[in-house]
């Protein structure tokens, strides 16, 4: 199979560059949603429409229109993104990483990356206090972490395996 060699030493497989490229061009098609041709924004919108609110107060805006996504979710497909540009210049998963020893660890992280989406949503909920979007964001990227690429390294299987 071909492999991207890097510097350090690591090889990137092709599937993996791939899937950070799209992260990234999805990304850039939310981010530029409101400058898109009439016909690519509207199928931008329509894909963010499945899977966000799209509330005009919870959005970044851009040249008077907002983003095709809330700025939760535009903070999660960054973290996203970034992610997986690491992971694909990383390479592939130590396999210390994958011991079953490293579960716990794991899981801890991915609880503690959670946990500023979880606490937003709940002081918004709960309590009614207003956030501002750049806030919504940061803790919609801090979704993504460095330790979590070994569950994205697992996505990255799933995905080829259903492309591929």
């Not at 599937?15 to 009439?38: F, I, K, N, R, Y």
Request: proline share 4%; glycine share 8%; net charge positive.
């Amino acid at each position: 199979m071909l492999k991207i060699r890097h510097s350090n030493g690591t090889a990137g497989h092709p599937e993996q560059w791939a899937l950070a490229g799209a992260a990234c061009a999805w990304l850039l098609a939310v981010v530029t949603s409101p400058l898109l041709p009439v016909r690519a924004g509207v199928l931008v919108y329509a894909l963010g429409s499945v899977i966000c609110h799209q509330l005009p107060a919870r959005s970044f805006h851009l040249g008077g229109a907002q983003f095709a996504v809330c700025a939760r979710c535009t903070g999660i497909y960054a973290g996203a993104a970034v992610t997986l540009v690491w992971c694909a210049w990383r390479g592939p998963v130590r396999a210390h990483t994958r011991a079953r020893s490293d579960i716990w660890r794991r899981r801890v992280t991915l609880a503690v990356g959670c946990a500023p989406t979880v606490a937003t949503v709940g002081l918004e909920l709960a309590l009614g206090w207003p956030l501002s979007n750049l806030t919504r964001a940061i803790a919609g990227a801090m979704l993504r972490s460095e330790e979590h690429t070994s569950e994205l390294q697992s996505l990255r299987h799933l995905v080829c395996r259903l492309l591929l």
